[in-house]
């Protein structure tokens, strides 16, 4: 069985910081492809920030120079430092992980929530 359980999520004041995680098991973690979506109320599912096997990463412009996606292939965990926050970060965010060649591997986390308010 596959999962990806995320923690961390909280409420912060603008400009404060944040560490999700993402624990996974039931995958070979090294290979896949590790990625941060967000969903606000309201609005679509967007990417947030993803990391490749061989480290490449690609990070959605409103949170450029703002978070940062990190891998610990160790312990099968992945990382999205927060800082700086905005309320318009506010949303729901999902760990994904998806196989670089296997369209079908495929797997979502069930969401932990950030609230960005004074």
């Known amino acids: 069985q596959v999962q990806l359980v995320e923690s961390g999520g909280d409420l912060v004041q603008p400009g404060g910081s944040l560490r999700l995680s993402c624990a996974s098991s039931?995958?070979?973690?090294?290979?896949?492809?590790m990625g941060w979506y967000r969903q606000a109320p309201g609005k679509r599912r967007e990417l947030v920030a993803e990391?490749?096997?061989?480290?490449?990463?690609n990070y959605a412009d409103a949170v450029k120079d703002r978070f940062t996606i990190s891998r610990d292939n160790a312990n099968n965990m992945v990382y999205l430092e927060m800082n700086s926050l905005k309320p318009e970060d506010t949303a729901v965010y999902y760990c994904?992980?998806?196989?670089?060649?296997?369209?079908?591997?495929?797997?979502w986390g069930q969401g932990t929530h950030v609230t960005v308010s004074s």
């Open positions: 994904n992980a998806h196989h670089p060649f296997l369209p079908t591997r495929d797997y």
């Open positions: 039931g995958i070979i973690f090294k290979v896949y492809t």
């Open positions: 990391v490749t096997r061989s480290e490449t990463t």
